[in-house]
């Protein structure tokens, strides 16, 4: 059985940083591709960020390209994600995901339904 478990979230002035961080259990913790997403109340399910199984590809949402970066540590089994020049629009619920998807990157790792395994989330929220 995969948890996924995000931790760092919390309030942020804009223009602040935060770090998420989402620690898994369970095996082949190196065989899953992991993704970072985001729900703000009343909206769907945000793609934001996914690194590959090595760590060594990354891709982003256009809206947090610059400010964002995803990383892994497949020793620790946990994925991060570095949120920097946060706005108020960034305030969300944001979940961590890990995926058996295998395809040609990035198409389809940006797609809610290829994930697997989901965290329970962590809030962040930004004030201006």
């Known amino acids: 059985q995969v948890q996924l478990v995000e931790s760092g979230g919390g309030l942020v002035q804009a223009g602040g940083s935060l770090r998420l961080t989402c620690a898994v259990s369970?095996?082949?913790?190196?065989?899953?591709?992991m993704g970072w997403f985001r729900q703000a109340p009343g909206m769907e399910r945000e793609f934001l960020s996914v690194?590959?199984?090595?760590?060594?590809?990354?891709y982003y949402a256009d809206s947090v390209k610059g400010r964002f970066t995803i990383s892994r540590d497949n020793a620790k089994n946990t994925v991060s994600l570095q949120m920097n020049s946060l706005k108020p629009e960034d305030t969300a619920v944001y979940y961590c995901?890990?995926?058996?998807?295998?395809?040609?990157?990035?198409?389809?790792?940006?797609?809610?339904?290829?994930?697997?395994?989901w965290g329970q989330g962590t809030q962040v929220t930004v004030s201006s």
């Open positions: 369970g095996p082949s913790f190196s065989a899953y591709v």
């Open positions: 690194i590959s199984r090595s760590g060594g590809s990354t």
């Open positions: 995901a890990a995926s058996w998807f295998r395809g040609t990157w990035p198409a389809g790792y940006d797609v809610y339904d290829e994930y697997d395994y």
